[in-house]
């Protein structure tokens, strides 16, 4: 794993454990794009690398995320995560991939992918 992946690995630990944004937030260049099922921030660069980890980190009282595979060729990696979390006390439980693209300045894209669906039925239970 490359000292970049693994920058990010950290600083979205940083994020889960004590809510620090910033650090992840610094990560990313300037006109970044970042997209889940759920949300989008394009061109917003660290501004909105901001406000996509704080509205994530808020939406759980506690996550935790851990990695199963990363597949790297040259500015591009892929993530396979599980995260374990509580929503207003419930535990919850999802996978999915997310896609790291690096450039000049830091972090160009970030995508992640997962069902969105699956987690909203495990909140409704």
């Excluded at 394009?42 to 939406?59: D, K, L, N, V």
């Excluded at 419930?90 to 995508?111: H, I, K, M, N, P």
Aim: glycine share 12%; charged share 25%; aromatic share 10%.
């Amino acid at each position: 794993m490359t000292d970049r992946v693994q920058q990010f690995i950290d600083a979205l630990g940083k994020l889960e454990a004590d809510s620090d944004v910033d650090t992840i937030a610094g990560l990313f260049a300037d006109g970044a794009d970042i997209s889940n099922p759920l949300t989008k921030h394009a061109g917003e660069g660290e501004a909105g690398a901001a406000t996509f980890w704080s509205s994530y980190r808020t939406t759980f009282d506690t996550i935790r995320s851990t990695f199963r595979n990363i597949v790297e060729a040259g500015d591009v990696a892929c993530l396979e995560w599980t995260s374990e979390a509580t929503i207003k006390g419930q535990d919850v439980r999802y996978g999915g991939v997310s896609v790291l693209e690096f450039g000049e300045g830091g972090l160009t894209a970030f995508r992640t992918y997962f069902d969105s669906a699956t987690l909203g039925q495990q909140v409704k239970r």
